[in-house]
C-alpha cells in the first residue's frame, strides 16, 4: 500500500473540509435530488438541497415564520412571513393551502419554531407539511425583496413535483 505525503494528506483533509463546510458542492440537480422525492400526509423534514429544488421547480410554496423584523433582514426569496405566533390568526389565508392541497416548505432561524408552526398548520388539516430547518445555514443566498404576488395566488401557481 502506497504511503501517503503529507501534502497529499493535506490535500485530502482540505478537500473533505470543503465538503462538509460547503455540502452544496456536491449537490446535485434538482431532478437528480428529486428523483426519489415524494410528499406525505404527515409532516416531514426535507434537507435544504431538497426543498431548494422543490423552490426551483415551483414544487411548494415557502413560509417564514420568524417575526417580520427578521424576515426584513433577509429572507429565501419567495418566502411569505407568517409569524410563528400567528399561524392560527392566519387560518382563512391557509385554507386555499388546505383547498388545493399544496406542499408547503417551512423555516425559521433555526428550525425549532418552524416545528412549532407545522404543528399549529397540521391542526388546519393541512397536509404534505415540510419543516426545512433554519435559514441561519441556508446556501442559496438571501433576499429582502417581498413576494409582490398575493399569498393565495401563489399558493394556486404551485405545481407539486412528479417524478417523472
Not at 35 to 59: G, I, K, R
Amino acid at each position: 500500500m502506497a504511503m501517503l505525503t503529507s501534502a497529499r494528506k493535506a490535500a485530502i483533509a482540505f478537500g473533505c473540509g470543503v465538503l462538509l463546510m460547503f455540502p452544496a458542492f456536491t449537490a446535485l440537480a434538482s431532478d437528480q435530488l428529486l428523483e426519489d422525492f415524494q410528499y406525505y400526509d404527515l409532516p416531514t423534514t426535507v434537507s435544504q438541497n431538497v426543498a431548494h429544488a422543490l423552490m426551483e421547480e415551483n414544487a411548494a410554496i415557502v413560509i417564514d415564520v420568524r417575526s417580520p423584523e427578521e424576515y426584513a433582514e433577509g429572507h429565501i426569496a419567495g418566502a411569505y412571513n407568517f409569524p410563528v405566533e400567528t399561524i392560527a390568526k392566519h387560518a382563512a389565508d391557509f385554507q386555499v393551502v388546505k383547498d388545493t392541497n399544496t406542499p408547503v416548505l417551512v423555516y425559521c432561524r433555526t428550525g425549532i419554531r418552524a416545528a412549532s408552526a407545522v404543528s399549529a398548520l397540521m391542526d388546519m388539516d393541512i397536509k404534505h407539511l415540510m419543516n426545512m430547518g433554519g435559514v441561519s445555514s441556508w446556501e442559496y443566498g438571501l433576499t429582502t425583496e417581498v413576494p409582490t404576488t398575493p399569498f393565495a395566488d401563489a399558493v394556486k401557481a404551485v405545481k407539486p413535483y412528479k417524478a417523472q
